[in-house]
């Protein structure tokens, strides 16, 4: 027995909906494709912190020891500082939450998280390529119903 939550799917004749119906489809496959761009803004910002973090920590080695560095305060604020560690690093974890590491399970965190973010940036964007081939098909449809109503509307204005 699978552990995944299963879809049922729901397959809906467009061509029987009317065009208030139809639109009102379509703004809502509007309004998801946006919610997935806003989605996938956030985990690429995610993804390039991580990414940063990950190679920060390639670049540290035993000559850092006694080496003077600038520490962030705040995005244009810093300190100096002096490194007298690098066995032991402190990393967020999120929500105010941090955990002493050493150096390998330091790059292993990031390595895993980025790998996670990127795992989540995928489904979003095969989602969103779903949702777009469905929109679009809804837009098709739209315009087949007002093409056919004006050809309706002309044929009414001949016939007169």
Same mark, same amino acid.
């Not at 997935?36 to 912190?49: G, M």
């Not at 990950?54 to 540290?60: D, M, R, V």
């Not at 489904?123 to 050809?151: F, T, Y």
């Given at each position: ?26 703004? @809502?496959?509007?309004?998801? +494709?946006?919610? =997935? ?5 956030? +985990?690429?910002?995610?993804?390039? !912190? =991580?990414?940063?973090?990950? @190679?920060? +920590? ?30 032991? =690093? ?6 105010? *939450? *941090?955990? @002493? ?7 292993? *965190? =990031? ?21 777009? !081939?469905? +929109? ?25």
């Amino acid at each position: 027995m699978s552990s995944e939550p299963t879809q049922e799917v729901c397959q809906i004749d467009l061509t029987k909906l009317n065009l208030q119906q139809l639109q009102q489809l379509k703004n @809502e496959f509007e309004s998801e +494709l946006n919610v =997935f761009q806003d989605s996938l803004q956030t +985990l690429k910002i995610a993804k390039t !912190k =991580f990414d940063g973090s990950k @190679e920060a +920590l390639e670049q540290i080695n035993e000559t850092w020891t006694d080496k003077e560095i600038l520490v962030p305060l705040t995005g244009s604020m810093y300190v100096k500082g002096v490194v007298n560690n690098i066995d032991k =690093f402190i990393i967020d974890i999120g929500t105010g *939450y *941090y955990v @002493e590491k050493d150096i390998t399970a330091s790059k292993d *965190y =990031f390595k895993r998280k980025v790998d996670y973010v990127q795992e989540q940036m995928d489904k979003i964007d095969m989602l969103g390529r779903q949702k777009s !081939k469905v +929109l679009n098909g809804v837009i098709d449809v739209i315009e087949m119903k007002i093409a056919a109503l004006q050809a309706q509307a002309q044929q009414a204005a001949a016939a007169k």
